[in-house]
T-cell receptor, first 112, second 110 residues
């Protein structure tokens, strides 16, 4: 899986609680991305990073924040989880020299 | 705003047949046209991709056909096998950001 790990792999939480998902890479790639995958929507970009401390919003960023303090780690935070954020979350990385993105194994998040 | 339209939503093909999945896009700034394959419980993985300077690319049983004027590209899987059963996504890209289609669930039956 191209040296990408995500943690946790599964999480069940309650509405209103904060949640942080972690993506860790060992490839030293510049770009990192967070997507959510929902039936009928494909994968939608939440936030992405183009370097340490450099991040930008994607298509569905409301309710999410990110941080990247080291090249290898990209954190996704749900400040106050809602049921609409129940989804499978994928992290991806990319070498800026190509457009190919390599995906992690995913985190299944359930918000009750 | 739906920038990428993928069809069909699901497809059943007999083993040995040809599977064809289509993708139409609106953004003329896209300059990279990949197809990703996803198995249940796994993340998507790049299957094959094309740049707009060529109209066709073949890798083994997989072929991308690209029509720039129609803003469409398609994936052809020849001699489809049960192991090809998966969900396929087109994901045209510009500026290192992919825009995913909604996916096609392909089932190959014996």
């Amino acid at each position: 899986d191209a040296g990408i790990t995500q943690s946790p792999r599964h999480k069940v939480t309650e509405t209103g609680t904060p949640v942080t998902l972690r993506c860790h890479q060992t490839e030293n790639h510049r770009y990192m991305y967070w997507y959510r995958q929902d039936p009928g929507h494909g994968l939608r970009l939440i936030h992405y990073s183009y370097g340490v401390k450099d991040t930008d919003k994607g298509e569905v960023s409301d309710g999410y924040s990110v941080s990247r303090s080291k090249t290898e780690d990209f954190l996704l935070t749900l400040e106050s989880a809602t049921s609409s954020q129940t989804s499978v979350y994928f992290c991806a990385i990319s070498d800026s020299s190509t457009d190919t993105q390599y995906f992690g194994p995913g985190t299944r998040l359930t918000v009750l | 705003q739906q920038q990428v339209k993928q069809s069909p939503q699901s497809l059943i093909v007999q083993k040995g047949g040809i599977s064809i999945i289509n993708c139409a896009y609106e953004n003329t700034a896209f300059d990279y046209f990949p197809w990703y394959q996803q198995f249940p419980g796994k993340g998507p993985a790049l299957l094959i991709a094309i740049r707009p300077d060529v109209s066709e690319k073949k890798e083994g049983r997989f072929t991308i056909s690209f029509n720039k004027s129609a803003k469409q590209f398609s994936l052809h899987i020849m001699d489809s096998q049960p192991g090809d059963s998966a969900t396929y996504f087109c994901a045209p890209s510009g500026n290192e950001k992919l825009t995913f289609g909604t996916g096609t669930r392909l089932t190959i039956i014996p």
